[in-house]
């Protein structure tokens, strides 16, 4: 018997760059907390982009482990078949 691959679902591709997008915008924060910019926009104080950064990284991690795809234990589904 050969058995099929299993299918891997969308969500979790989705959380992968949902991930990424939070650590590349988290980063980038993160670096203008550290170094502000000479003309910093109106409403900088709020630092947007951590929160949206953090926001985006913790669904795609919540998304990423929700949604990976796990190796199913093919024997006892054998045993309840026979």
């Known amino acids: 018997m050969t058995s099929k691959p299993e299918a891997v ?3 979790f591709f989705v959380g992968v760059l949902l ?3 939070g ?3 988290t980063g980038e924060g ?3 907390l550290a170094a502000p910019p000479e003309r910093p ?3 900088a ?3 947007a982009d951590l929160w949206w950064g953090a ?3 913790a669904a795609g991690l919540f998304y990423c482990y929700h949604f990976a795809p796990r190796k ?3 024997s006892a589904e054998a045993d309840d078949g026979a």
């Open 45 to 47: 104080w709020l630092h």
């Open 9 to 11: 679902s969308i969500w």
């Open 30 to 32: 993160l670096y203008h």
């Open 72 to 74: 199913v234990d093919r």
């Open 55 to 57: 926001l985006l990284l």
């Open 19 to 21: 991930a990424f997008y």
């Open 23 to 25: 650590v590349v915008i």
């Open 41 to 43: 926009v109106v409403l």
